[in-house]
């Protein structure tokens, strides 16, 4: 069975951008379930916010190598409950994705809340940079042929 990334995160987190990048096309559609795509599987922000649904999250990692947990810089909120990531038997990257200047101030809030989350590693990223996107999906690739 082919194993895909893994990527869930609430609105405004970069999701569809990330997906992008992974799958190499520009035109996907995006759904309000859970969706499969040759290199990805993307979880809707609903699902972070049902209680009920989070298992279905930890569920679906059956079918990935790894976990892209997003996390926008510039949330109003806590999105990832401690230890949460801990839950998964496969490599969870924590993803700080900001987008604009002003969004830097709350980088340590967001390492703060992945580190108490539980990822593996905390990587940061400007979706609007080519070069730190290329980065990460080197990142990605490297942790992905780690779990083949």
């Known amino acids: 069975m082919r194993k895909r ?7 405004g987190s970069g ?3 990330i997906v992008q ?3 190499r096309k520009s035109d996907l559609s995006f ?10 599987i993307v979880v809707p922000s609903a699902y972070l916010r049902s209680q009920g649904m989070l298992q279905h999250i930890i569920a679906t990692q059956q079918k990935a190598d790894s976990i892209l947990m997003l ?3 510039s949330r109003q909120f806590r999105v990832y409950s401690p230890n949460f990531a801990n839950v ?11 987008q604009k200047e002003g969004d830097l101030e709350c980088l340590e809030d967001c390492r703060k809340e992945l580190v108490e989350a539980g990822v593996d590693s905390i990587y940061q990223v400007d979706l609007n940079q080519s070069e730190q996107c290329q980065e ?10 780690g779990q083949e």
């Open 5 to 11: 990334v893994l990527i869930i995160g609430p609105e």
């Open 15 to 17: 999701k569809k951008r």
């Open 21 to 23: 990048l992974l799958e």
């Open 31 to 40: 759904r309000s379930s859970v969706t499969y795509y040759s290199e990805t």
């Open 71 to 73: 996390l926008p810089s």
């Open 88 to 98: 998964f038997r496969i490599p969870v990257l924590g993803i700080i994705v900001h």
């Open 136 to 145: 990460l999906l080197a990142t990605v690739n490297v942790i992905r042929k």
